[in-house]
Structure formats: C-alpha cells, structure tokens
C-alpha cells in the first residue's frame, strides 16, 4: 500500500510539472556551451585577452615571408651608416634591429610623441611609405648638425613642437635615406623614393587602411655617444609589384624557366659534332651470300652518277643530293632536306 501511495505521488509531480518550462539544461546534459563559455570564446568578456575577438584586434599579422626584403634590409643599413657620417660630419652606425608584420592603424596608434613622420612615394610602384623618426634620434642629429657636444649624453629637453628649421634638418636627412633605399632596391629592380611631405601628428601620416597589413622595419643608429631608432613601414599594397621578386631565397631565383641554363643548352647542342653517312646504294643479300664475300670481289651497285644520295645519322635520313667530285675528293651537293626545318647551312657533305 505504502508502494502504491509512492507511485502515484510520483505521477501527479510529474503530472504537475508538464506544463511549466524545463529548467535550463547544464553543459554535460545538453552538450553545448553555456552563454559565459561563448562570451569567454569569443573574447567579450573581461579576461585575459583570448578568443576570436582578440584575434581579429590583434596588431601582428602573418603576410608570408619575404626572404629578399631582409637583404636589401641589411644593404640598407650599410648604405645609411656612410651617408649618416657624411651628413653628419661624424661617426655614426645604423643596424637592423628587427622586420615583422603589423597592422598600420596599430603602428600609427603606437607612435609616441612627438615624432617625425615623412611620407614618401614609391614612383615605379604607384603607391607610398613611411619613415618614422623618434625624438631621441631627432634630438641627435639636431644637436650635432646644430654644433652641439659629443660628449657623453645628456638629457634631452622636454618635448614641444619642432620648429620649421629643425623640420628642414630632418627632412635633408629622410631624402638621404630615400636615396640609399633606392640604391638598396636595385638588386630586384628601378625604383625612385621621392619625398612628400613631413607630418608631426601621426592621424594625419594615413597613406592606408589602419587594418592593412604592413611590413615594418626598425633600425638603430649610434651617432657617437648619442642616438635613437627610425622606422621603414611599407603597406603590403606598396609592396605587391615587387613582391615576386622579394619572395626569392636569393638573388636570380626563378619559379619558371631558366633563360640562362636554355641558353646554355642550346650552345652546346649546336656545337655537338654529328657523324654524317652518304647512302649510294642498299641491296638485300642471303646470309649465305653474305658468308662468301672475299677480298677482291666487286659488288655492283644499282646507282649511277645521275643518282641521289642519302644523308643519313644514325637511323635518320636529314637529306639527298647529287655525287660529284671537289678537288681531289668526292662530295654531295645537298638537293632536297627531309626535315620539318630547312637547314640552316648548305654546302658539301
């Protein structure tokens, strides 16, 4: 009785329950996730900057390697250090520190203030970049242009405007370093860097979209006890002309064919010495016929004078002609060429 009363108690709770909504279901019943696991996911909430959001802010961009760049990278800074001691009168070093990928608006967003930024066009390319001066390099080239110390360094001044000579100063130092990119480039190809103009705030230096993907490179430079850092930033649509080019793992690499090695080839093939055989006549014998050839014997032969002869190498026949006789030797004068191509050469065989 006790079991029947337990039975139907169940029955009514159950019965009592099918018309409210079911309670939401946990993660191990439903097989899903749970809405904080999708925020966490997809990086809206407030964690430690993971998930699909994060991903897509996130400034560093993979864009393929360059193998090329980094070369003319390393030419650069070479090229730079000799025309930095000149313009300087001084001795001076520039290095690469690093080349990576980043995403423009974020570079620009980064850049601290104040800085120098000179916008120069890429003439052969159709497209512009970007050369970024921190203070601490302006600073340096303006006081040793300037009749400033060599000494040991000392404390900059507080930042404030620069002012339309100090302007000009750098701007004579960025059209030196277009020049040396340009004779950096040559390796892969012609390509003039021509001056546009010198921005101080950086919202007004936008030559591309700030998600673009850039190639950025940081450079050093020592100038005697003092120094600083400027940066190349090229937009990947600056770069797409060239890019082939700057893909290769060196210099002359080709996907394609290899003009030089056909080239090459081809010589060697026209310059290959080939046996020549004059056909007067061919005949079928026995082989018991063949056995009881003897010394002396004449065969007789179904050409005469007026009969063509066959060229032949090998197996091929290349043409025929007519028996004649030049000087104290015989010769072929060539009548018919049974190639697809005429031969380039006539004359005795």
């Known amino acids: 009785m006790i079991e029947d009363d337990k039975d139907i108690s169940e029955v009514e709770a159950a019965a009592s329950g099918a018309g409210e909504p079911p309670a939401a279901t946990t993660k191990a019943s439903a097989g899903g996730l749970d809405q904080e696991e999708i925020d966490s996911l997809l990086g809206f909430d407030d964690g430690d900057g993971n998930g699909v959001r994060e991903m897509i802010k996130s400034a560093v961009v993979s864009y393929g390697r360059l193998p090329m760049l980094e070369v003319i990278f390393d030419r650069l800074g070479g090229l730079t250090s000799a025309s930095l001691r000149s313009f300087t009168s001084g001795p001076a070093e520039v290095t690469v520190e690093g080349i990576g990928s980043i995403r423009f608006g974020a570079y620009l967003g ?5 800085a120098l930024l000179a916008i120069f066009k890429a003439k052969e390319w159709h497209n512009f970049g970007l050369m970024s001066f921190d203070a601490d390099l302006v600073f340096a ?20 405007p620069y002012t339309t000579i100090e302007q000009d100063l750098i701007g004579q130092m960025a059209e030196l370093l277009l020049a040396d990119q340009a004779k950096a480039f040559e390796s892969i190809g012609p390509v003039e860097f021509e001056l546009d103009r010198l921005e101080t705030n950086p919202g007004f230096a936008s030559i591309a979209r700030p998600g673009s993907a850039a190639v950025m490179a940081r450079f050093n430079v020592a100038i005697g006890k003092h120094g600083g850092q400027f940066d190349i930033v090229y937009p990947q649509a600056t770069l797409e002309p060239v890019r082939d080019l700057l893909q290769q793992n060196f210099m002359g690499e080709t996907s394609g064919r290899d003009a030089f090695w056909e080239d090459s080839l081809g010589a060697a093939v026209w310059s290959t010495d080939l046996p020549l055989i004059a056909v007067l006549d061919e005949q079928k014998m026995s082989l018991k016929e063949v056995m009881n050839l003897k010394v002396g014997q004449t065969l007789a032969l179904k050409s005469g004078p007026q009969s063509e002869v066959l060229i032949k190498s090998g197996e091929v026949s290349l043409a025929t002609g007519r028996l004649g006789r030049s000087g104290a030797r015989y010769s072929v004068r060539i009548t018919r060429n049974l190639l697809d191509q005429p031969l380039d050469r006539k004359g005795a065989a």
């Open 110 to 114: 980064a850049i601290s203030s104040p």
């Open 141 to 160: 080239i303006l006081n040793t242009l300037l009749g400033g110390r060599h000494g040991p360094p000392h404390e900059r001044p507080d930042p404030r």
